[in-house]
């Protein structure tokens, strides 16, 4: 399970590297952001 987590963890990091990089509208990313935070919460990382 913490293999998982780990994934998962690297994953939202390397995507939301990828967003701040990106030319995205600020709101898109603003979204995006706080998905990763509540799909964090969900599977219990913070």
Do not use: C, H, N, P
Request: charge should be positive.
């Amino acid at each position: 399970m913490k293999f998982v987590k780990g994934v998962m963890i690297g994953t939202i990091i390397t995507a939301g590297a990828m967003l701040l990089y990106s030319e995205t509208v600020d709101d898109e990313k603003k979204k995006m952001v706080k998905k990763g935070k509540q799909f964090a919460r969900k599977i219990g990382l913070s």
